[in-house]
């Protein structure tokens, strides 16, 4: 029988595998089940590409603009993910922005030619998050990435927890995430230290007001996602993930 701290641990790496493009032994780790549960990790993966992203935002603060180093930062996040999540927020601000009907934008979205409504959306999220880590002090914008990066992803899995899943098939179709308790306690350390890593060096009323702002980006996606599809997919997690990471940093620039 394999240990418990053996099955959390292939279930960690199979996230990272999952969400990332970093090399991780996963090799004899898979089962159906295993993959389903995976969600409960975002959170921790989340910590994980904070980490590596804020690192590289001190390095290149330290001998760059705030600005510059922001970019930086940024963009070796997408190098990390592989722009995952930023390829879910173009498929579908070009599937909802066509106004079609559910099926034919499922479609629009499963296409992979980026349309207007795509190029404009990443564009301008892209940008919002460069500017705003770059007006924020460094430690505070190195706290911030490894926050906003645990916190939109643990949306992702409320997400999922929420609202059922649309298609047939797709990357997404054999997740089957609950918000059990034990994916709440395995979500709950993660989101913890977040928190008090925020309220540290953001202080109180900052953290208040970026929860406020992740929630509200999460609305922002969820609502409209419901409203026309019925629930999520892959593309539309990809979309929580960035909208929510970007309102988080909003919220808190505000209150600095």
């Known amino acids: 029988m394999t240990h418990p701290l053996t099955r959390q641990l292939a279930g960690f790496l199979l ?13 004899g780790l898979y089962t159906a089940k295993r993959y389903a549960r995976i969600p409960r990790w975002f959170s921790a993966v989340g910590i994980l590409i904070g980490l590596l992203t804020a690192a590289v935002f001190l390095i290149a603060a330290s001998v760059l603009p705030p600005v510059l180093a922001a970019l930086i930062a ?10 995952l999540h930023e390829d879910g927020l173009a498929d579908l601000c070009d599937g909802l922005g066509s106004g079609q ?15 207007t409504f795509g190029a404009a959306g990443l564009g301008l999220v892209l940008a919002c998050k460069i500017v705003t880590l770059g007006h924020m002090p460094p430690d505070t914008a190195a706290a911030c990435l490894i926050a906003g990066h645990c916190l939109s992803r643990t949306a992702c899995t409320v997400v999922m927890g929420l609202t059922p899943y649309v298609r047939s098939d797709g990357k997404g179709s054999g997740l089957t995430t609950t918000l059990s308790p034990a994916t709440i306690a395995i979500m709950a350390p993660f989101v913890l230290f977040s928190l008090l890593l925020l309220l540290w060096f953001a202080g109180p009323l900052a953290t208040v007001t970026g929860l406020a702002g992740l929630i509200v980006g999460t609305l922002i996606v969820m609502r409209p996602s419901q409203r026309v599809l019925g629930g999520h997919t892959g593309d539309v997690l990809g979309a929580v993930q960035q909208v929510s990471e970007v309102t988080f940093l909003l919220a808190v620039l505000a209150c600095l």
């Open 101 to 115: 009907p559910k099926e034919r934008v499922l479609e629009i979205m499963r296409d992979s030619r980026i349309g």
């Open 74 to 83: 940024t963009g070796a996040g997408i190098l990390i993910t592989g722009c």
């Open 15 to 27: 996230a990272v595998q999952f969400l990332t493009r970093l090399p991780v032994p996963v090799e």
